[in-house]
């Protein structure tokens, strides 16, 4: 984390955040990513954050929900509500054209996103 993944965190202009849904949750892994972060806290504000879930059904908005709450913690703009699809075997996703199409409207929204956000800094900066 030190080394590697909270640099690129600080540097960067968005973060997706995937997982698989197990028992209506993110996966352990993601969830102690999350929990990781903490000494980010107020260093990652405005960046702009996006959710995509995958799982069999249940749980899917409970898992969208507890990456959009460690969004906001961290005062990240939300994209949008979030991708989730429904799969039961593995690699069965990519099978899914209306999950895929979502994930590239989200990739879409957050580069218009970023876009906008970098248009208005460099706007204040030169009227300044």
Partial sequence: MTNQIIPLLLNCDGIVLGSPVYFNNVSSQLKAFMDRTWCLKDKLRNKIGAAIVVGRGYGIEGAI????????????????????????????????????????????????????????????????
């Fill in 65 to 128: 929900t507890a990456i959009n709450a460690f969004f906001l913690k961290h005062e990240i703009i939300v994209a949008n509500r979030g991708v989730s699809g429904i799969a039961f075997e593995s690699g069965e996703i990519t099978q899914n054209q209306k999950t895929i199409e979502a994930a590239k409207q989200l990739g879409s929204r957050i580069i218009e996103m970023v876009n906008l956000f970098n248009y208005f800094i460099n706007r204040e900066f030169n009227e300044t």
